[in-house]
């Protein structure tokens, strides 16, 4: 269906996930996965995290007004949420992921790269854990990583052809 002028500036700008801890998160997807913190929001009992991959965007030379701005007029965005405690609650049991019962829905997001097994050997010796490796299964194209809280994220290639 062909984009209207009602929707024409319409885009999928972020998906967001609740996270324990933010320090254990933001380490994962800023040092493992690669991304730009670009904003971070102090909500009072919650503060929201946005990440971004910079491909030439240079977010790191820009101002903390500029890369709020940026943050809303680009696609690709991961929010992370931390409700302030979770970190230190003993009895907290984390969240659902999505992908078991109770709270079956959310499945995962995606990252895409170059080389598959590469980077899976990369996550493999940062002690990063799977569900499922490229070898496993009947998909031997993709992989599925966990992040701190088990959330998955599929690593394909940015050249799959399916």
Known sequence: MPRTAETASFQFNHTMIRVRDP???????TEIIGMDLLSKKDMGDFTLYFLAFDHGQNYKAMSEEEREKARFAREGVLELTHNHGTEKDESFAGYASGNSDPGRGFGHIAITVNDVEEACARFEQLGVQFKKRPQDGKMRHIAFIL?????WIEVLSNRLEL
Do not use: H, N, T
């Open 147 to 151: 992040d701190p809280d088990g959330y």
């Open 23 to 29: 320090e254990v998160s933001l380490k994962f997807y």
